[in-house]
């Protein structure tokens, strides 16, 4: 295989809704006229020397479904340009962002446009037999042989700089803006993943964490931590294990990050909870005073 399938053009079409995955962007990739401004990209480059390249990755592997993005032209030049920022692991969240809130089904015009799609992209990187023409649904009828050169990328890479998020920060907030997301689920709520992601770069003013300011990190995790600390609630009666387990995790998130032992915390809870004895496990306590807790020990 030297190219994407039909089959897989037609469900990144679908999925893409028609517009470039690109944070904020919008730009629709086929314009109803037959215009075409969008591109299939390489998470993973297809050719050895490309950005991202993986030499270990099979050529049925780098034309998958998984490691393929639509971008408008613009957002594949910036993406391409520096694969330093835009690395991998980032291009592949862009993706399950933006493919989230796709349609599932193929319409009959998903397929005709998606076609359009893959004409364009085999002209741009192939010397091969392809037709001039897309048949309503999708397909590609044969037509004449086009002589065209591949397309040479000049890239200008850029480093990401001491002024961001290191990585290990960058696990906390994608851990926690995760958290958020199964939160919602377990309420019952569809997948909020790029909901989630979309507040988070309002508010801070990036179009991705992996560019959030190393100064902006407190903040973040302060917020995020605001955030889950609304939504947990909301598990109390749809997923109740669910909450208690969120509450359990931050009590003894926060007991071991101030050094206080599994005594010292029981001993806690039965002061303030005026409990008649000592607890010696979290489980024994109710909803009310498990809550409770919680709100003591994220205070200390």
């Avoid at 109803?32 to 390249?53: L, V």
């Avoid at 044969?142 to 002589?147: L, P």
């Avoid at 890479?157 to 199964?182: M, R």
């Avoid at 988070?200 to 889950?228: M, N």
């Amino acid at each position: 295989m030297n190219a994407p399938s039909e089959q897989t053009t037609r469900r990144l079409f679908a999925l893409s809704a028609n517009r470039c995955a690109f944070h904020n962007c919008g730009t629709p990739l086929v314009h109803p006229s037959g215009t075409i401004t969008g591109e299939i990209c390489h998470i993973k480059a297809r050719n050895p020397g490309g950005p991202r390249f993986d030499p270990s990755q099979t050529d049925a592997e780098r034309h998958a479904f998984e490691n393929l993005i639509l971008l408008c032209s613009a957002h594949h030049k910036v993406v391409d340009d520096q694969p330093n920022t835009y690395t991998v692991e980032l291009l592949q969240d862009i993706k399950t962002m933006h493919e989230e809130g796709g349609n599932r089904e193929v319409s009959p015009d998903d397929a005709r446009l998606a076609g359009l799609l893959r004409a364009s992209y085999l002209q741009a990187n192939e010397s091969v037999s392809i037709t001039q023409h897309v048949t309503g649904d999708g397909n590609v009828v044969a037509g004449r042989d086009v002589n065209i050169n591949r397309r040479v990328v000049q890239k200008n890479v850029v480093q990401p700089g001491p002024e961001h998020v290191t990585e290990s920060q960058k696990v906390k907030i994608k851990e926690l803006v995760n958290e958020l997301s199964e939160i919602g689920v377990r309420a019952g709520r569809a997948p909020s993943f790029g909901k989630w992601w979309g507040k988070f770069y309002k508010q801070f003013k990036v179009t991705s964490y992996h560019l959030l300011p190393a100064a902006d990190y407190d903040a973040a995790i302060s917020w995020l931590y605001e955030q889950r600390a609304r939504e947990t609630p909301k598990l109390r009666r749809t997923d109740n294990q669910a909450w208690r387990n969120h509450r359990y995790r931050g009590i003894w998130a926060r007991v071991r990050e101030l050094g206080i032992s599994d005594a010292q915390l029981y001993a806690l809870a039965a002061e303030r909870l005026e409990l008649k004895k000592t607890i010696t496990s979290l489980t024994e306590l109710g909803e009310q005073n498990l809550d409770r807790l919680y709100r003591v020990v994220m205070k200390l």
